[in-house]
């Protein structure tokens, strides 16, 4: 069967089971669209590249299945380039589609002409170059596979307009020795003599912690998780990327760790004496100042990807593969657990003393930022996705929300990017049209991405935004505030600039703003009634409240900082 180039690859799309591409056509990109007109998969027309990388995250967050997006050459590629940035910092796996100018162009300063597979060299797991259309089906199929396997991530494939208007005798690569990759070998089974090392160290251990990162969701690992922590009665903490994890609600759950952490979970991992890490990395943001960081703790380091092993911290025994199969073979090591009663009689106590705290509200008082999640959480379906733009409004979401179950908060982790939040909703709601989806975001995030809530009411996208608006960018204050003397600099945004209702109502969406606590519940309440056309909420909120608890950059988690009803104690 002869095919275009173009074809080709959207066929090779088909035969990988992608049911929605995010993308904006584009000169050098335009012919693969012609063929899309008679595809069975789905278009998303973004307003801007940024907003298809990041839909296209969160579709592959909420379903599991890597996302995809398309867009032109040039400035097209590189308005992607954060996202696959993004992407990459946060494990995600993504295929980006990009146009490129004819091979004869390449390297002549042509129209819309730029070197993305150089600019993504150092934030892809793989790009490729296409140079020929025979070479498409094994490129496509290559890219998911290596976005897919092992530490999944971002993969770029970069085709010329001529590759694309070339034909082609169709063929479909039926192995993974036909994708042609000698170097790649993502497959790995558990270590005996590891997991018996491992588990020999639990049954040594008094003060245990189970430190759980986002690999556990990457492999599908709750449920042995979840087996492991209730045999082992060993407390769990979950990062900032691995909330919904373990359930919130289970009493072996501290909570989150790190710089905006539970005093429990921060805590008890300084003073644990030995640290099972699942599929995390020892974020300088979980860590703090890391020759203060868990003093007198041995360390069990379970990771796919053998990259992180001592890299920040040394690992008494690491064992690369997926976080299941190595809690399954752990687990059957494990005979004899110590005995913990101690252990979290001391939790217990930080627990009691030092839970979550804020300022309660009053009338004629700003919004509580914290109220208004909480509010929202308790009128919301079980199983609702949360997706966050970046700052305080994001662990405030991390902080108040109860998440239950895997694939229901969806955040920009390491790269912390601002904007991430709307389209991330947009591509979680497509990928999970089952679910009420919320974005809960800053007016600072909010103005960067908001265009796409256009995609959104066009789309037939129903999402939910909640905008904790106090004029600031807020962490940014916080921090100017505590430890530059309160010189606020670039930081003031106006709460009426934009008009966020007319706003919302100019994108053909349903806007709302609340001032008090009664018209933020009946402003929620009514969103949620809402399943046709998006909503945005403008919540008024209170400029001076800060983050708690937090650890200053560069102090010890042992310098954790309360909210101040609680200092003395």
Known sequence: MQLTGAQALIKSLEQMGVDTIFGLPGGAILPVYDPLIDSSIRHILVRHEQGAGHMAEGYALATGRPGVAMVTSGPGATNIVTPIANAHMDSTPLVVITGQVPTANIGTDAFQECDITGITMGITKHNFLVTSADEIPRAVAAAFYIATTGRPGPVLIDVPKDV?????????????????????????????AGAAAAA????????????????????????????????????????????????????????MPGMHGMYSAVTAMQQSDLLITLGARFDDRVTGKLDGFAPNAKIIHVDIDSAEFNKIRRADVALRGQIDEALTAIDAKVINVGD???????????????????????????????????????RSAPGTIVTSGVGQHQMWAAQHWKYEEPGTWINSGGAGTMGFGVPAAVGAKVGRPDRTVWCIDGDGCFQMTAQELVTARAEGIPIK?????????????????????????????????????????AMGCVGL????????????????????????????????EKVFPMVPS?????????HPSQRGN
């Open 513 to 544: 703003r609340a001032r008090t606590m009664d018209e933020a519940i009946a402003a929620i309440d009514q969103a949620n009634q809402i399943n046709d056309v998006p909503v945005v909420i403008d919540f008024r909120t209170d400029a001076s």
């Open 340 to 378: 913990y009663a101690g252990w979290w009689r001391e939790i217990k106590g930080w627990q009691e003393k030092h839970p979550l705290a804020y300022d309660p509200q009053e009338e004629n008082v700003a919004l509580r930022p914290q109220a208004i999640i909480e509010a929202i959480a308790t």
């Open 465 to 505: 935004v909640a905008i904790l608006n106090n004029a600031y960018l807020g962490m940014v204050r916080q921090w100017q505030e505590m430890f530059y003397d309160e010189r606020y600099s670039e930081v003031y945004l106006s709460p009426d600039l934009p008009d966020y209702v007319k706003w919302a109502e």
């Open 200 to 255: 020999e160290l639990i049954a040594q251990a008094q003060r245990p912690v189970l430190y759980v990162g986002g690999g556990v969701l990457k492999s599908r690992a709750s449920a042995q998780l979840l087996a492991f922590a209730e045999r082992t009665q060993i407390p769990v903490v979950t990062t900032l990327m691995a909330r919904g994890a373990f359930p919130d609600s289970h009493p072996l759950h501290l909570g």
């Open 554 to 562: 560069g102090a010890t988690n042992d310098e954790i900082v309360v």
């Open 164 to 192: 694309t208007q070339a034909t082609m005798q169709w063929w479909w690569p039926e192995t993974v020795e036909e994708y042609d990759l000698p170097g790649y070998h993502p497959q790995s089974s558990i270590d005996d």
